[in-house]
C-alpha cells in the first residue's frame, strides 16, 4: 500500500473517530441538547447545511432519492429526559425524548380558569413571560394553567406536562397548580431547561409549617415577607407566628393597647403579611400562649399573675382562678380572629408553672379551691387548667377555628378531658409527667410534628439544643418521628397531619435577624423534601446542599 492511501485512510478513520465522539460527547450533555447525526464531515462539529425552501440540493433526483455519495439531509434526535432536580423533589416524572422549554420573550402565560389568575400573574412575572389571561388558543413557547377537577386527585397535586415546546400545568385546586408552578421556576432557575415529559406530584403531608417566635425577639415585617416568600417557592403551606411571651407582645391592639411592646407590627403590617401568605396559599397560625408565658400582658395588669401560697409571683403565669384573667385573654383571642382568618389557631397550653411542682394543690391553693368549686371534690389544678384550655377552645372555635396547643399542656389522669377537636403540637417528651406520642396517638388525635430534638432552632442554644444545619432532618427525621429519634408505629401516619420547623428567641440578641435567615436556610429546605416525600432522598446530603446552592 502508498504511503499516500494509507495516510487517506488513516485521515478518513480519524475523521470518524472525531464524529463518533463528538455524538457521544452531545449525548451527555443531557435534556435540552439535539443531536445532528451528520456524515458530513464538515470539521465543525455543527450541522451540515440543510437545502433551503423549495431547492433541490446539488445532484440529489428531482424524485427525492438520494443518489451515491450525496449528503443526506440532518435528521434531529434527543436522548430520554432526566427527572427535574427541585427541592422539595418530585415524586413522579415520565421522561420523554424533546428539546424541553424554556421561557423567552414574547412567550405567554394563559389561564383556563379565571381563578388561576393570582397564580398566572405571578409565575409571569418571576419567569419574565407575558401574562395573556384567558386567551383563545395556543401558541408555541405558550405555559398553561388550568384546574382538572380530578376529584380522585389531592388538593395539593398537579401534573406538568412539557411537550411541543409547550407546557401545561393543571390539578384539582388552585394550590396544587401553584405547587406545579413553584417545580417550574426551580427547573428554570436551576438548569435553564424544563425538561420534556411528565411530573405527577403531591405532598405526603397536608400541613407543612414554619414557626417564628416573633415574641421574644422582634423581627421586622420585610423579614416575615421575605420568609413567606420562601416558604412558597418550597411548598410550605402554613406560618406560625407565636407573638405573646413574658418578653413581649408583637402586634398592635386595640382592646389592650397597654399590653403591647414598643417594638411591634401594626396591624396593617399583619395583614400584608397574611395577604402575601394567602397569594402563595400559606396559613398564617396565631398563638397567644396560656395560661403560661404571658409575661408582658401580666406586666400591665400585675394583679392577674398568679402567686403561690407564701405570696411569690410566678414567673409569666396568669391566676387562672380569677374571671378577669380569662376575660382579658377571650378579649384578645376575639380581636385577633378578625385579623388572622386562616382555619387554625395554637392556644398554646404549655409550661404553666403551677403544674410543674411537686403539690400543684399545697403551693396554689386558691387554685385548688377553684377546681373543687368548678368540679368538685376531686377537682385539680389540673382539671382546672383543661378546663382552661378548653374554655379558650371554645372562644376560637366561636370564629369557626380549629384549636391546637401543644402537648404539655395536656394532662395524665384528669377527669376533665382537652376537648376532642384540639389538634396536639408535640414537641417535647422531657416535661414532669411525658407522656409519649403513642398516649395521643391511641387517643385518636391528630399530631402536628414539632419534634425539638430535630426541629427546634433555639437562639443561644440554652438546655443543650443545638443549631441545626438540617443534615440530621434530612438523613433521619420523618413525619412520624415525634418524640427523640424513633418513630411511631404506621398505623398512625394518618393521624400525623405534618410538621413544622421552628424558631425560638430564647436569647434574642444571640443572632440577629439576617443570621437567623441565613441558619434556618439548609434546615427549611431538609424539612420541605421530608414532609413532601417521607421517603429516603435519592440525593446525597452533600449533593441536596450543592442543589440547594444552585436553585438559590
Known sequence: MSSHRRRARQSRTRQRAVIAGAFVATIGLGVGLGVWASTSGDGDGGPASAAGAGEREPGRAATGATPRGATPSP?????LSQAPRTIPAVRSHTPARGPGWK?????????????LADEGRLIAGELGLAYAGQASG?????LRLALDHDKGAGPESYTMTVRGGRVTISGPSDAGVFYGTRTLKQEVHGG???????????PAKPERGFMVDIARKYYTAGWIEDR????????????GLHFSDDQGFRIASDTHPEIVSGRHLTKAQVKKIVQLAAARHITVVPEIDSPGHLGAVIAAHPD?????????????????SKSASAKIVDDLLDEYAGLFPGADWNLGGDEYQALMVSHPETSYPQLAAAARSAYGSGGTVA????????????????????????????????????????????????????????????AGRK????????????????????????RLIYEQWTPRVLRGTTAVPARYDAQILGGSFAVWGDFPNAQTQDQVAAGIRMPLRATAQKLWDARRPTLTWAQFKALAGRLG
Open 138 to 142: 395556543d401558541r408555541a413557547g405558550d
Open 383 to 442: 382539671d382546672l387548667t383543661t378546663g382552661w384550655l378548653n374554655d379558650r377552645a371554645a372562644t376560637v372555635r366561636a370564629h369557626h377555628r380549629t384549636p391546637r396547643a401543644w402537648n404539655d399542656g395536656f394532662f395524665r389522669g384528669t377527669s376533665v378531658q382537652p376537648d376532642k377537636d384540639i389538634r396536639v403540637g408535640y414537641w417535647t417528651g422531657k416535661e414532669i409527667g411525658a407522656r409519649p406520642p403513642a398516649e395521643y396517638l391511641g
Open 192 to 202: 435553564g431547561t424544563a425538561p420534556e415529559g411528565v411530573v405527577r406530584d403531591q
Open 103 to 115: 421561557p423567552a420573550a414574547g412567550e405567554r402565560v394563559v389561564v383556563a380558569d379565571a381563578s
Open 228 to 239: 413567606v416568600r420562601e416558604l412558597g417557592d418550597l411548598k410550605y403551606n402554613e406560618l
Open 447 to 470: 399530631v402536628i410534628n414539632y419534634n425539638d430534638t430535630y426541629l427546634y432552632y433555639v437562639l443561644g442554644q440554652p438546655n443543650d439544643f443545638v443549631y441545626p444545619t438540617g
Open 75 to 79: 435528521t434531529r434526535t434527543y436522548p
Open 304 to 320: 392577674l399573675q398568679l402567686r403561690n401560697a407564701q405570696g411569690t409571683a410566678t414567673r409569666g403565669a396568669i391566676d387562672i
